[in-house]
């Protein structure tokens, strides 16, 4: 039931999770305490605890929010399948389609005292608070994706935890591969942008790093290999991302679209990779590790915590300022806020020609060009 005296914000954090989530969700409840007039709730599984019947929103208080900072995951849960404009039908048939439940939703968040909401989430889900903001809905976005995959920001929170643990992982395959003399392949998340691959091959100081940006050649690759053995002893680093592909050659993917389920899955790369290098005569013994969503899960460092709680304090306090139509975003060394057309007109590429990849083809770093 509604405190008529109060004023509502409704947050939802949507898409895959990311570690920083529960911290921006603490930061807006906390801030939003020091205000007598407004409550915070929570929308279950992204917008879908307002279009559910019943409906599943929580009440979130201090008490709710109390030390969720350290904690992975999100206590509101997620969803990146479906939302308000594609909500997922089964047809008579039993395939499946989408319904535009957009304005039921709003009329919802009306009868539901809602009076600004938060969306917490990536590209997918700030195009879907667009929308919703040209239906008049008070909307604001957080910037979240361990891909770091939003322009408008320097960074998204997320991002950097999802860097430490792939570093974690090149390290230690660094020590079972020289031990070995082996090749190891390690698979990153990154679908359409290399920035975890880049970030952890030039911490981890691996010997080649694929990214969708860069398409590889084999030979290069192979000549890389090559390079760090010498009659028969050696061991090279591979950090290869999900979304890398050879010259020519297509992105993998593990499945086909299931119309309704979500996106197109990718996966399969380090496989795919070591199959081609065996196949174009790769003699050294090579495994492969995919390390999948242990980049997502777990506690965020330090450094996603505080960006999640600077985002979380401001948009809240952009709601106060009722500065709608705006995702908040990071640019060193402020936070700042930019308009959601802005946010997801440009997608966040690693640039080829940056210094990042200057540096890491200083070390010697094969990007497979
Ligand atoms: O967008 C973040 C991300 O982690 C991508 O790197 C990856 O392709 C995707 O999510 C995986 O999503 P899911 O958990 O739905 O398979």
Redesign the pocket.
Known sequence: MKDTMRKRVLVATG??DCPGLNAVIRAIVLRAEQERDWEVVGSINAFDGILNEPNEIVILGEKEVAGIHIRGGTIIGTT?KGGPFAWPIKNKDGSWGSADRSDEMIRRLQYLGVDAVINIG?DGSQQISQKLFEKGCNIIGVPK???NDLSATDFTFGFQTAVQEATTAVDKLVTTAASHNRVFVLEV???YAGWIGLHSAVAGGADVCLIPEIPYDLNKVMEKIYSRFHRGRGYAIIVIA?GAKQKGGDVHYQDGNKKGE?SQ??GGVASKLIEDLKRAGLSTDIRETVLG?L??GGTPIAYDRILATQFGVEAFEMVLREDFGRMVAYRHPNIVSVPFKEAISKYNFVNPESYLIKAARGVGICMGD
């Open positions: 898409g895959g990146n990536g994706t361990i891909d998340m990154g679908r999900e979500g899955r990718l969503h980049q997502r």
